[in-house]
């Protein structure tokens, strides 16, 4: 099956810094990768997502990168600030799945004022 | 429009107790999910439906039943409760593409 890793697993910038978050999937097959947002105690929130035939994505300040020679997928955020505190996760589906999604691990941002 | 609701927010069990947790969602979405979310290890798929009348295994299914009620609801059972099974469960639903979480449920197991 799918095997999505995340790195980091923490990240601390400045405020007003940009931020990256990658990740690599196993499964060439995959054609769908969202990327969600979670704060503390609350449910993941899907912030922006690349399908399989696009190599970015953009929406405002984040942006998403997509690789399918190397299998990779990396989430861009520039200008953070405070508010963009949270667990970053991706995920990756493969085609005729039941758009079943494979999570990354997470990533912890920490954005500093 | 509520989106993927849960219930109850929070439960304490001990060991051995059954219960279910409920999920709902009004988005008309054909497929829905179950995954419990530990501290350090993300959102792991336990069983999830693609349609209505259909259930399958996710990742780790051990100690744990569905039931696709109808197309709006999907609940979680745990016969008989276990310290392994403290986690926070999540339900999400999705229609062809995006897909969406519920509040979750903080489960303790004594």
């Known amino acids: 099956g799918e095997n999505v890793e995340q790195h980091p697993s923490t990240l601390s910038v400045q405020e007003g810094d940009s931020a990256v978050i990658k990740c690599t999937y196993s499964d060439s097959a995959s054609n769908y990768f969202p990327w969600y947002k979670q704060e503390l105690g609350k449910r993941p929130q899907l912030i922006i997502d690349i399908r399989s035939n696009v190599g970015e994505k953009k929406d405002q300040r984040i942006a998403v990168t997509l690789n399918k020679t190397a299998k990779h997928f990396s989430l861009h955020i520039t200008e953070t600030q405070p508010e963009d505190s949270a667990v970053y996760f991706c995920?990756?589906?493969?085609?005729?799945?039941?758009?079943?999604?494979?999570f990354g691990s997470g990533t912890q941002l920490t954005v500093l004022p | 429009n509520a989106g993927v609701t849960q219930t109850p927010k929070f439960q304490v069990l001990k060991t051995g107790q059954s219960m279910t947790l409920q999920c709902a969602q009004d988005?008309?979405?054909?497929?829905m999910y179950w995954y419990r979310q530990d501290p350090g290890m993300g959102l792991r798929l336990i069983y999830y439906?693609?349609?209505?009348?259909?259930?399958d295994k996710g990742e780790v299914p051990n100690g744990y039943n569905v039931s696709r009620l109808n197309k709006r609801e999907f609940s979680l059972r745990l016969e008989s409760a276990a310290p392994s099974q403290t986690s926070v469960y999540f339900c999400a639903s999705s229609g062809t593409v995006e897909q969406y979480f519920g509040p979750g449920t903080r489960l303790t197991v004594t």
């Open positions: 439906s693609a349609s209505e009348g259909t259930t």
């Open positions: 988005m008309n979405h054909n497929s």
């Open positions: 995920a990756a589906r493969a085609s005729g799945s039941a758009r079943q999604l494979t």
